[in-house]
């Protein structure tokens, strides 16, 4: 497992692990950041990305990237 930063643009990954505190968690879990969800990295820029959920892109920051494990 690696931190979703890793990543690198137009990559597949499967989500495998989510760390942090329960209010971020439920946070990312209401963006479709949840266990074994399959994302696309659609853009990395200095380190935040632009990823594919299901039908919506959602932006992250580099700390809110590197909680979610791939």
Same mark, same amino acid.
């Given at each position: 497992?690696?931190?979703? /930063? ?11 692990? =989510?760390?942090? +505190? &329960? ?14 969800? /399959? ?11 632009? =990823?594919?959920? +299901? &039908? ?15």
């Amino acid at each position: 497992m690696v931190p979703l /930063t890793m990543a690198n643009a137009g990559e597949i990954v499967v989500i495998k692990k =989510i760390t942090g +505190k &329960d209010e971020i968690r439920q946070h990312l879990a209401e963006m479709g950041l949840v266990l074994e969800e /399959t994302i696309k990295i659609v853009n990395v820029v200095n380190g935040n990305l632009i =990823i594919q959920v +299901k &039908d919506s892109r959602v932006a992250l920051d580099c700390t809110m990237a590197n909680r979610i494990m791939v």
